[in-house]
């Protein structure tokens, strides 16, 4: 049940795009296609962006996609904006268990 | 609206044990596997620990093993944990939230659990 290993920090201009990288094992990440990224700001819960690899809930913008490969699930954020800016955490089933990653501050420079 | 409001949060003594609540609205709570997830101080998301809809199935991240235990209370809409022998590194925000598959779609605000003499 070790922690998922994404970067710990992400930055880039606004209307440019970052990719968010979240490394597991074939027991989480590459055994299932249920990979969710959560969007944490400061002082709040977190809030759910993508789940199952792919998918975006109704009110997250078009600019939230994911991906997976293999062992590694990345988020992209295109055309970043101001208030992208927040803590985003990867989450992944991992057989009755889940297992979060270590958490990516994307900056907005 | 889907409201999830944790309640029961405050300091302990280290060995103490605590019982934090969840109270759910908005939804059909007893459809719903639940869970709890932590976050220490300045730290990152942990998952602690999950429950299905009748409470017959538990899970539990492997450092609450033993100590900590789900369970909930369909009739009053009510998602608890239990925690023995606090230690230090259990210091953090609690949250409840509710499955909506494999995913967590909603939030509770979150209880703070201090361990400390």
């Known amino acids: 049940q070790s922690a998922l290993t994404q970067p710990r920090s992400v930055s880039g201009s606004p209307g440019q795009s970052v990719t968010i990288s979240c490394t597991g094992t074939s027991s989480d990440v590459g055994g299932y296609d249920s990979v969710s990224w959560y969007q944490q700001c400061p002082g709040k819960a977190p809030k759910l962006m993508i789940y199952d690899v792919t998918k975006r809930p109704s009110g997250v913008p078009d600019r939230f996609s994911g991906s997976k490969s293999g062992n590694t699930a990345s988020l992209t954020i295109s055309g970043l904006q101001a208030e992208d800016e927040a803590d985003y955490y990867c989450c992944s089933y991992a057989g009755n268990n889940y297992v979060f990653g270590t958490g990516t501050e994307v900056g907005v420079l | 609206e889907v409201q999830l409001v944790e309640s029961g949060g405050g300091l302990v003594q280290p060995g103490g044990s605590l019982r934090i609540s969840c109270t759910a609205s908005g939804f059909t709570f007893y459809n719903y596997w639940m869970t709890w997830v932590r976050q220490a101080p300045g730290k990152g998301l942990e998952w602690v620990a999950n429950?299905?809809?009748?409470?017959?199935?538990?899970n539990y991240v492997d450092s609450v093993k033993g100590r900590f235990t789900i369970s909930r209370d369909n009739a009053r809409n009510s998602l608890f944990l239990q925690m023995n022998s606090l230690r230090g590194d259990d210091t953090a925000v609690y949250y409840c939230a509710r499955y909506g598959g494999y995913y967590l779609d909603d939030w509770g605000q979150g209880t703070l659990v201090t361990v400390s003499s």
């Open positions: 429950i299905k809809q009748d409470g017959t199935k538990k």
